[in-house]
């Protein structure tokens, strides 16, 4: 079929970070990482052409896909008429109202490169956050939300805050249609019972961009210029929380951002 017979619902959208995947093995792997049981509830994001949604609606309970482009809509509902446990919504899953799935849900998608770092923390802030989430997403982002001490980010520390990262295997690009330039990785995110520490998110994320706002720089000059305090006042700090003043972001535990967040709440005060 010529591109110019090819209907809206079979063209990708390059705008909308479309990479189809249809390979049998890894949705296989990414449905075997799920750990899904016929009780389940799963919220698909961007369903596409729907192969994941087939597999997921042999396997649970219930499976609502939440598809943003218009074009794939139609056909989707068409695809899946006979099937009642799936429910295709047309929606942006950033403006998807959370609220309206049981509280013990959980997300298995191939979601856009793009949207990552902002769905993924719409997920885990939600005050209706999946107890798990099951990502296709791409490789170097996965292994930077899975990574330790020494090679941290902020969205490693904003991710990790609330749940466990779990690395499961890599998806080469040749696996997607179009493929896509660099290579994917199925990720694994296991919310915790409670967060790992007992702060104010929006007063410890400021904090965390903060110390993060300089890459290059000591952890002193970072939180000098992004708390917009003196280099005396960011060593007092850090000499408070117990804090070499020439150790850099990445290399900070929990822990250590923890101390840090409670010396600038004494200051603060």
Known sequence: MSKSKKSKSTRTKKYLGQHWLFDGPSLQAIIEASSLSADDTVLEIGPGRGPLTELLSQKVKRVVAVEKDSDLVPTLKVQFILQENVEIIEADIL?????????DYVVVANIPYYLTSAIVRLLMESTNPPKKLVLLIQKEVAERICSEPGQMSVLAL????????EYVATVTRDKFQPPP?????????????????????????????AGFGEK???IRNS???GLRISAAEATQLLNEAGIAESARAQEL?????????KALSKKSK
Do not use: C, H
């Open 223 to 225: 939180l000098a210029g």
């Open 253 to 261: 535990t929990f822990e250590q951002w923890n101390s840090l967040y």
């Open 158 to 165: 904003s991710v990790q805050l609330y749940a466990k990262a």
């Open 95 to 103: 403006s998807f109202d959370l609220r309206e799935l049981p509280s």
């Open 216 to 218: 290059r720089k000591t």
């Open 181 to 209: 330039k660099v290579d994917s990785a199925i990720l694994r995110l296991t919310r915790l019972e409670k967060p790992v520490l007992d702060v104010e998110l929006q007063k410890f994320m400021q904090l965390v961009k």
